[in-house]
């Protein structure tokens, strides 16, 4: 148990530092943007529930494909390819800058630890 949280208040702090880059910010809320207009789309041209939309853009965008849900008219099935083109990179580049965030932040930390035993 004290590792998860060990895990979390790093992941959390690795965050706090990705977000000062505009870059992760960006990345973030173009996400955010695609999953809503995936959503809506979703809604509207395939007839799913909000949750249901929601839940099928997440999983194409992260890759994941369970297969349970796919679109069905010619229209839907050109949006899902230009929109899984476009989350993909999205959440890769939002992972890349969450996993450089977490060894500078552990980096720091190894430095701050090395500076307080130099001291003493």
């Known amino acids: 148990m004290l590792g998860l949280v060990v895990m979390i208040r ?3 702090a ?3 530092t990705a977000w000062r880059d505009g870059t992760f910010r960006g990345a973030v809320s173009g996400i955010l943007i695609l999953l809503v207009s995936a959503t809506i789309f979703y809604t509207l041209a395939e007839g799913w529930p909000v949750l249901d939309a929601v839940y099928f853009s997440i999983v194409t965008g992260l890759t994941i494909g369970y297969g349970d ?13 230009l929109y899984a083109l476009l989350s993909v990179g999205l959440y890769v580049l939002v992972a890349a800058s969450l996993a450089s965030a ?11 630890r090395k500076h307080r035993r130099s001291e003493d």
């Open 69 to 81: 849900l796919v679109p069905t008219g010619p229209v839907s099935k050109i949006f899902t390819v």
């Open 14 to 16: 690795a965050a706090r």
């Open 102 to 112: 977490l060894t500078k932040d552990a980096a720091d930390r190894r430095a701050r």
């Open 10 to 12: 790093r992941f959390v």
